[in-house]
């Protein structure tokens, strides 16, 4: 009563309550990017007082899950990390939606190389990492590219690889041109990715000489591949109209994929890493590989493939002590801290940092965000859909860090409760329906301190008053009256049965009788002071009842002395004789009638 009282006051509704435990169902697609965070988002959502079941396809990508959304029919929302196209956005509002974005999930891009490979000796697989060789001090007859130098007075290369924006548009785009955008250049050549390592030669400890890494690109549209080819437009614009002018890109950025070798997916291109095996031929000697990848799936390559040695490539960000020398510009490796600098910094602004200097900030980052109907929605799933975004912008923040993702900034947090709010009251709008405000996102999401901090919330409630009892409850409350009946059957009368009074009555029988006539001369008092008087206590007015099973209910043709006026086996003789002098009348009757 007191808890009813507190939301009266406060003018708190709270909306109609769903009883069930049956989970609402909400399904979406897009962005790959969140696929290990969504586990444990599943998980948590499921374990609500009303549980949600949130169902995921993320093997469609950003770009075809925004298709199929606007499409409509399949998806409830679809989580992307770049805005709807002017196309998307027009088809969605020939149909009179517009769509909410949710901010959801702070992530990165990830550069990771898997070095050469060679079998050395035959049938031996080794990693070969290349070898630092000052070039002055190289032996006679080896260089760095035709015949590599090679013996045990060579220092393998344990530092950390840097690739300028330049070397990675050369590895991404398969562009092999100077700085000067004009002369090809040898990748392992080119000199400011030696500058950057403090390398005077690159060599390999085999004898065998290597180009370039392969790119493994991604096959499907997404949101990584728009948000590198932005990079390359700010840091390496020559590079990306080089390409663009082959078709190897877009130009300006899209999410189509970049032509060369591709596989669809993140595990596909996790699985051709986790091999060691060249994707091309199959065999275990090949020039390394280089692909792009979000943190959590690099976790999975390291967790599947413990020992391998893949290096997590170091990019430049704006933080640069000479403008006009790339080389003087930050290294950073791309961890939870160096994303969240980046996007604290820009408030969730995407690729912040790469230009602007912000110390210690990893500048390949961005925001994916959920996106959901302005109406249509359903009264649950509407409810559904607004406590997973409540849920996910604050407790769900808290496993970034063993993923290796960034997290929200608070600015990007008040947005997402702002839109959940607004998913609840464009889409609740009816006759049936109206908005009502709850304490807290409960039942819709986990019952966490963080997901309760998050104070009144909108929520969507059905005005339609709940209908009559159904015929089958009906049918059992009035069958419950004859159910009644039964123990009116079952609490048989215990009153004293009709057989118990006659004891008393034979118990008088067994005296000797006195004969049929009475003696000469007057009755004498003893006889009557003797016998002994009725008790009402011990015989009850119901000693007269027929004994069960006797016929025509009479009583039994004796009487004891001193009870009755008249002689009862006398009686019966002449009814006895009364009966046979009637039937002989019949027989004679239907004798004569034959005759």
């Not at 007075?153 to 070397?167: A, M, Q, S, V």
């Not at 082959?246 to 189509?256: L, R, Y």
């Not at 609840?424 to 807290?440: E, Q």
């Not at 009966?579 to 002989?584: A, K, M, N, R």
Request: with cysteine; hydrophobic share 40%.
């Amino acid at each position: 009563m007191w808890l009813g009282a507190t939301f009266l006051l406060t003018g708190i509704e709270t909306p109609n309550a769903h009883a069930t435990a049956v989970p609402i169902i909400i399904s979406g697609a897009g962005s790959v990017e969140l696929y290990r965070q969504l586990t444990a988002w599943q998980d948590d959502m499921v374990s609500a007082t009303q549980p949600v079941t949130v169902n995921y396809v993320t093997q469609l990508g950003d770009g075809l899950g925004r298709q199929a959304f606007v499409q409509g029919g399949t998806f409830d929302f679809v989580v992307s990390g770049t805005p709807f196209t002017a196309a998307e956005t027009k088809a969605l509002s020939d149909k009179g939606i517009s769509v909410i974005a949710a901010p959801l999930q702070a992530t990165a891009a990830e550069y990771v190389l898997l070095p050469p490979q060679v079998t050395d000796p035959p049938g031996n697989s080794k990693n070969t990492i290349f070898a630092i060789r000052d070039f002055v001090a190289l032996p006679v007859g080896c260089d760095d590219i035709v015949t590599p130098c090679t013996g045990a007075d060579t220092p393998l290369y344990r530092g950390p690889i840097k690739f300028t924006w330049h070397n990675l548009a050369e590895l991404t785009l398969g562009v092999r041109l100077d700085l000067s955008g004009v002369n090809y250049e040898p990748f392992w050549s080119a000199p400011d990715m030696l500058k950057s390592m403090g390398l005077h030669q690159v060599v390999f400890t085999s004898p065998a000489p290597f180009i370039e890494p392969s790119y493994i690109n991604r096959s499907e549209p997404a949101s990584s591949t728009f948000w590198l080819e932005s990079a390359f437009q700010a840091r390496a614009a020559t590079m990306l109209q080089a390409a663009a002018k082959d078709k190897v890109v877009h130009n300006p950025p899209s999410e189509d994929r970049i032509e060369g070798l591709s596989r669809p997916g993140i595990s596909n291109v996790v699985d051709i890493f986790a091999s060691t095996r060249s994707p091309v031929t199959g065999t275990s000697t090949h020039p390394g590989f280089v692909s792009v990848l979000p943190p959590q799936a690099v976790q999975d390559l390291l967790q599947q493939k413990p020992g391998l040695a893949v290096a997590v490539v170091q990019v430049q960000n704006g933080n640069c002590t000479s403008p006009t020398d790339e080389t003087t510009c930050e290294w950073v490796a791309p961890s939870t801290a160096t994303i969240d600098k980046a996007l604290q910094a820009g408030n969730g602004a995407p690729l912040y940092g790469l230009k602007e200097s912000v110390p210690g900030a990893y500048p390949v980052t961005w925001v994916n965000s959920l996106y959901a109907p302005s109406t249509g929605l359903s009264i649950d799933t509407a409810n559904a859909i607004a406590g997973f975004v409540r849920y996910t912008v604050t407790a769900g923040q808290a496993g970034a860090d063993q993923f290796g993702e960034g997290h929200l900034p608070p600015v990007m947090v008040t947005k997402a409760l702002a839109a959940a709010d607004e998913i609840i009251t464009s889409n609740c709008v009816g006759s049936d329906r109206k908005v009502v405000t709850a304490p807290n996102p409960e039942p819709y999401a986990p019952h966490l301190p963080a997901v309760d901090a998050v104070g009144p919330v909108k929520q969507c409630a059905s005005t339609v008053l709940p209908p009559p009892a159904t015929t089958t409850v009906a049918a059992t409350t009035t069958v419950r009256p004859t159910t009644t009946v039964r123990p009116t059957t079952t609490t048989a009368f215990v009153p004293v049965p009709t057989y118990r009074p006659v004891t008393p009555t034979v118990r008088p029988v067994t005296p000797t009788y006195p004969p049929t006539s009475p003696p000469a001369g007057p009755p004498t008092t003893p006889v009557a002071t003797t016998a002994p008087p009725p008790t009402s206590s011990t015989v009850p007015p119901t000693t007269t009842s027929p004994k069960p099973g006797a016929l025509g209910g009479l009583p039994l043709p004796f009487e004891p002395p001193g009870r009755g006026g008249f002689d009862r086996f006398t009686t019966s003789l002449m009814g006895g004789a009364l009966l046979w002098f009637g039937w002989s009348l019949a027989r004679r009757h239907s004798t004569s009638a034959l005759t």
